[in-house]
């Protein structure tokens, strides 16, 4: 038997078999109906011939041009299946039997798709189904006429009537629509007409577009056609394994599989990796851009199965902690389509999420949950080299030693910082440099933190800070921990024997103005990190759990970037547990247990700045592996803050008396630092050099400022400036 050439040569055949089953039937409506009405009022009119010819119209026998048309039917349906399997041997993917196949349906229920497609392909239909429902205005199928289109018995339109259900396949998969009559309310099953769904149109006519419903006004969902194969990505052993046994299963059978990691880490692609060994394409489906979208975005969620199916797809559902993190209505709603919904999916389902998550107790298909960690060291180093290739640049071992380590980046962050240092070089019309992939590194990790945390620029070195010897070499231990980490956790192994507490936790103790944050941006300048001081107003929540979302989203996104997290005020976040009384109390040491969980969680660094550290609870003290008390300055580290003060290029007079005031005024860093811009606005106001009158009245408003008396002991010959 002769192949189809194309899927339309193909709908032709089946068209010019429901135009013999439409001839029988136009020939039985004639011989029917009563031709003694006018042709002007048939539809509108009964005769009473007509009711006769009704009631005895089960006990007339069958013409011979009926048996005639019907054969004529049989046997074009019996060459159809011939050609059809022909065409399927042949490699041709012939679109209605597809559909048949892939929504098991029944032959019958083939023919209702075909019923109501004819007229989206001949207008000619809409006319024939209006003869023979004698009714002008009926265009479209009705149950009824297909009923008596492709049931030869009353029983075997009865038993037809199941599959125009709710639970039925035509239904149930929005492949058809029955619509009721507006001139009959309710209207019965018979009347009802039936309309074939607009993307199963277009499907069948050959049009591959995604469903409008699922790109317009919101692109919710996408088709991508992966290429890449297990050996294209960088993964952990583990990973590799599950993935590679994933691939090898059969693609039939319904499963859920949760791939589990932050942004960036590859889950898409591990999504990918399984649909291209399945040769198969991938639909990605955003799920944040649906529950932004609101309720009607959640009724298209069907629409998202059928797609799927009709190509054998993979269903990727991205971002699924924003569903598990939504409204509680939201959540329900979501995760009970999902779960329901699984039995009718073309198979594996895949949930990309940056959070853990398992599926409710009654679910009842196989559920895999994958973590795919963020890459160590070695696996950054080869993605670095892997995604700078195509750029012709190569780094030198220390430049991406210091990349590799400094940025905890998964594969998705490091292309994006290459893309951005590349597209900043172009537009300085220069070859791309290393300091540009820093800055692309930082420009990737501050997009994170910024709404919880703001990033410091430090600039201060060594020489600007003045403290005693022991708080520097402390703070010189600091560096060395970061700089050394690599080398003592991966290559001594060290890493192997912690399972927590990998991070580097420092607790800065002292009065307002002794040097804690002005240490904290020596450290980030020294280590060539990032320093993000918290913003503890967007931190913390009055709401019940908000405050310990927030405190996860600060450590994520920190965690990626390996920057310095400096909590000032820390006191506020790493109080002290109280003794629970209310409900207040409970929630707040909650709070405080998770952030526990946090700081010991995080592999990077924290800074606790405290002016009272009696106030940090005991637990965190535990966890510190520095403890450093800023005291404050004496009389020599005053002297040194003051000549160390101004600037080289400031106008300084020459009647600048450092020891004076040094000896004199028991102020602290920062006291002093506010001391000397007073007096150099002063001086600028009058264009006049930096000198003992501008600094004494500087003094001045610092001591009004921290409540203190202008006494004369300590102003002595400058008391007269400030009485």
């Known amino acids: 038997m002769v192949a189809y050439a194309t899927n339309l040569d193909y709908l032709q055949d089946e068209l010019q078999r429901l135009d013999l089953l439409l001839a029988d039937a136009i020939a039985d409506f004639r011989h029917q109906r009563d031709q003694t009405v006018p042709q002007e009022f048939q539809g509108f009119y009964l005769s009473?011939?007509?009711?006769?010819?009704?009631?005895?119209?089960?006990?007339?026998?069958?013409?011979?041009?009926?048996?005639?048309?019907r054969q004529k039917a049989a046997h074009c349906y019996e060459i159809l299946q011939q050609r059809i399997a022909a065409s399927l041997e042949a490699g041709l993917w012939l679109r209605l039997p597809h559909i048949s196949k892939t929504f098991g349906l029944s032959p019958f229920e083939q023919d209702l798709l075909l019923l109501a497609l004819a007229p989206e392909i001949d207008p000619r239909y809409q006319k024939l189904y209006a003869y023979l429902q004698d009714n002008v205005e009926r265009k479209r199928p009705t149950v009824a006429l297909a009923l008596t289109l492709f049931c030869r018995s009353l029983a075997e339109r009865v038993l037809a009537r199941s599959r125009f259900m709710q639970d039925a396949p035509l239904l149930n998969h929005h492949l058809v629509q029955l619509q009721d009559d507006p001139h009959e309310r309710p209207t019965p099953l018979l009347s009802q007409g039936l309309q074939l769904d607009t993307r199963l149109v277009q499907f069948l006519l050959g049009d591959d577009h995604l469903d409008a419903r699922l790109s317009q006004p919101l692109p919710l969902a996408r088709w991508v056609s992966p290429h890449q194969s297990l050996k294209d990505l960088v993964l952990l052993e583990p990973v590799y394994r599950a993935l590679a046994n994933l691939s090898q299963q059969s693609s039939n059978s319904p499963r859920l599989c949760l791939l589990q990691g932050p942004d960036g880490i590859g889950k898409k692609a591990c999504a990918g990796v399984i649909a291209a060994a399945w040769e198969c394409p991938l639909l990605v489906v955003d799920l944040l851009t649906l529950l932004k979208s609101g309720q009607p975005a959640l009724d298209r969620l069907p629409l998202v199965w059928r797609e799927a199916k009709l190509y054998s797809g993979l269903i990727y559902l991205d971002n699924w902690q924003v569903?598990?993190?939504?409204?509680?209505?939201?959540?329900f709603a979501v995760c009970r389509w999902v779960e329901q919904a699984l039995g009718q999916a073309p198979g594996l389902v895949c949930l990309g999420s940056q959070s853990s998550w398992h599926?409710?107790?009654?679910?009842?298909?196989?559920?895999?949950?994958l973590e795919i960690p963020l890459p160590d060291e070695p696996q950054r180093q080869l993605l670095w080299t892997k995604f700078l290739e195509p750029l012709n640049y190569s780094v030198t071992t220390p430049d991406l030693?210091?990349?590799?380590?400094?940025?905890?980046?998964?594969?998705?962050?490091?292309?994006?910082?290459?893309?951005?240092?590349?597209?900043?070089?172009?537009?300085?019309?220069?070859?791309?440099?290393?300091?540009d992939l820093i800055a692309g590194c930082r420009f990737v990790s501050q997009q994170q933190l910024i709404k919880f945390?703001?990033?410091?620029?430090?600039?201060?070195?060594?020489?600007?800070?003045?403290?005693?010897?022991?708080?520097?070499?402390?703070?010189?231990?600091?560096?060395?921990?970061?700089?050394?980490?690599?080398?003592?956790?991966?290559?001594?192994?060290?890493?192997?024997?912690?399972?927590?507490?990998?991070?580097?936790?420092?607790?800065?103790?002292?009065?307002?103005?002794?040097?804690?944050?002005?240490?904290?941006?020596?450290?980030?300048?020294?280590?060539?990190?990032?320093?993000?001081?918290?913003?503890?107003?967007?931190?913390?929540?009055?709401?019940?759990?908000?405050?310990?979302?927030?405190?996860?989203?600060?450590?994520?996104?920190?965690?990626?970037?390996?920057?310095i997290l400096f909590f000032d005020e820390a006191d506020a976040l790493f109080g002290k547990r109280s003794d629970v009384k209310d409900a207040h109390d409970r929630y707040a040491n909650i709070e405080v247990n998770y952030l526990l969980q946090q700081v010991e969680d995080y592999e990077g660094a924290i800074i606790l700045a405290s002016n009272y550290s009696k106030n940090i609870d005991d637990a965190f003290l535990r966890r510190l592996q520095f403890?450093?008390?800023?005291?404050?300055?004496?009389?020599?580290?005053?002297?040194?803050?003051?000549?160390?003060?101004?600037?080289?290029?400031?106008?300084?007079?020459?009647?600048?008396?450092?020891?004076?005031?040094?000896?004199?005024?028991?102020?602290?860093g920062g006291n002093i630092k506010n001391v000397a811009l007073a007096a150099a606005f002063r001086a600028a106001e009058t264009d006049s050099e930096i000198g003992m009158p501008q600094i004494i009245l500087g003094v001045k408003r610092e001591y009004q400022k921290l409540g203190k008396v202008c006494d004369k002991s300590d102003f002595g010959p400058y008391y007269d400036l400030v009485r």
């Open 48 to 69: 009473d011939a007509e009711i006769d010819r009704l009631v005895n119209r089960g006990n007339q026998p069958e013409t011979a041009l009926d048996t005639e048309t």
């Open 359 to 369: 599926p409710s107790s009654g679910f009842g298909y196989p559920f895999i949950s």
């Open 627 to 668: 403890k450093v008390e800023f005291p404050f300055p004496n009389e020599a580290l005053r002297l040194a803050i003051w000549q160390r003060i101004f600037p080289t290029q400031a106008p300084l007079a020459a009647d600048v008396d450092c020891e004076f005031l040094a000896q004199r005024f028991k102020l602290s």
């Open 323 to 331: 569903v598990t993190a939504a409204e509680e209505a939201q959540t």
């Open 401 to 435: 030693t210091y990349l590799v380590s400094a940025f905890r980046f998964s594969g998705g962050q490091i292309q994006q910082a290459i893309a951005q240092a590349a597209h900043q070089a172009q537009l300085q019309q220069r070859e791309l440099h290393t300091d």
């Open 453 to 563: 945390a703001q990033r410091l620029n430090p600039k201060r070195r060594w020489d600007d800070l003045v403290l005693p010897t022991n708080i520097l070499s402390q703070l010189q231990e600091f560096c060395q921990h970061i700089r050394h980490r690599t080398r003592v956790y991966n290559q001594w192994g060290f890493s192997d024997k912690l399972t927590l507490g990998k991070g580097l936790t420092a607790l800065f103790t002292g009065a307002s103005g002794t040097g804690k944050t002005l240490s904290a941006e020596v450290l980030a300048t020294e280590t060539g990190l990032d320093l993000y001081r918290v913003d503890l107003a967007s931190v913390v929540s009055k709401y019940i759990g908000e405050t310990e979302k927030n405190l996860s989203r600060v450590f994520q996104d920190a965690q990626t970037s390996n920057a």
